[in-house]
């Protein structure tokens, strides 16, 4: 049954490490959504972040690669959106690779707006690659 680390090691570029993991949990301020198969609990996806006062952001999200393309990632997003309004947030943000066209229509999806790029911030094997930055009005519940 995977772990959320094994899920970020077999997504992501730059994967965080275990210890990213642990030191995320134990911060007051950072939390995560996790997304289990109901019958035995698998882990199917997750997402991680950062709660300031009325302003989220995310940290990461990532969907088991064999459940990726089939609204596990649409339904994180969605559940995300719907807790951080009922928490009293009214803006969440995000920076993503902008190669990364998959995340990015997603995020488009549920209603992030781009809002600037940071160029050349995310390293990559031949460089660097800029970051998107993007965020999404909430009507705050609080
Ligand atoms: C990004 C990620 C979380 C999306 O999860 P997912 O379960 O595959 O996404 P969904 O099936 O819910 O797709 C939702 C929408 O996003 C878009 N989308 C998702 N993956 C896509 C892809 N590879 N190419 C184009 N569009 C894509 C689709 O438009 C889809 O809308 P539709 O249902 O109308 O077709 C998943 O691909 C992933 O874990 N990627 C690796 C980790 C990562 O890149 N995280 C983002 C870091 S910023």
């Not at 972040?49 to 952001?57: G, H, K, R």
């Not at 781009?114 to 160029?119: A, H, L, T």
């Amino acid at each position: 049954m995977p772990t959320m680390a094994e899920i970020e090691r077999a997504t992501a570029i730059h994967p965080w490490s275990l210890n990213q993991f642990l030191g995320s949990s134990l911060r007051e301020n950072e939390y995560s959504l996790v997304l289990q198969e109901q019958a035995d609990g698998e882990i199917l996806g997750f997402c991680i972040y950062q709660q300031v006062l009325d302003e989220a952001t995310l940290m990461n999200i990532a969907v088991h690669p064999d459940r990726q393309g089939r609204g596990q990632g649409r339904l994180l997003m969605d559940c995300l959106l719907r807790q951080l309004s009922s928490q009293g947030v009214s803006r969440c943000l995000l920076e993503v690779r902008r190669g990364n066209l998959g995340a990015i229509a997603l995020y488009r999806h549920v209603g992030f707006i781009d809002d600037g790029v940071r160029n050349n911030y995310y390293p990559t094997t031949s460089g660097c690659e800029d970051a998107l930055l993007m965020s999404c009005e909430l009507v705050p519940e609080q």
